[in-house]
């Protein structure tokens, strides 16, 4: 019977170790988990100012092009070009953006979620990979 409580008092120790060892070992997860939300949040927002800033270039191309008067073939062409060229980086804009607003909204759900029951296993499947969308486009 002490032989038993020997072994009853060894396991409550290990037992009170693990659990400290993973309250530890959760806090640190719940650290990298948001300073990886923050860097995708930082990535995504650079990817958003790249896009701007590669319309606003197209933008100021066709202007010049169409101030220059000339109405040659190949100006209009090139014209017609660039104002395609700037359509598709308006959508991966479009889509950056929907990206961001669903991280933000995610971001939202998840602090909802800690606050509400800090025990609950958050879900993971709602983080966009901030290179999923680099097969287009200025990314490539």
């Known amino acids: 019977m002490e032989r038993v409580k020997q072994e009853l008092d060894v396991m409550k120790a290990r037992l009170s170790s693990t659990q400290l060892s993973l309250a530890e070992k ?13 860097h995708l949040e930082e990535v995504l927002e650079m990817k958003q100012e790249a896009l701007l800033a590669a319309i606003s270039e197209k933008d100021a191309n066709i202007a010049l092009l169409e101030l220059s ?14 104002k395609r060229e700037k359509d598709s980086l308006v959508q991966q804009l479009k889509q950056q953006t929907q990206n961001r607003m669903k991280l933000m909204a995610d971001n939202y759900e998840d602090e909802h979620l800690k606050v509400s029951s800090p025990n609950a296993e958050l879900p993971n499947n709602h983080k966009p990979s901030p290179d999923q969308d680099d097969e287009e486009g200025i990314w490539a």
């Not at 959760?26 to 923050?38: D, I, N, P, V, Y």
């Not at 008067?69 to 660039?82: D, H, P, R, W, Y």
Request: proline share 0%; glycine share 4%.
């Open 26 to 38: 959760e806090g640190h997860l719940t650290a990298l988990r948001a300073e990886r939300r923050k």
């Open 69 to 82: 008067s000339s109405k040659k073939k190949k100006t209009q062409e090139e014209v017609a070009s660039l």
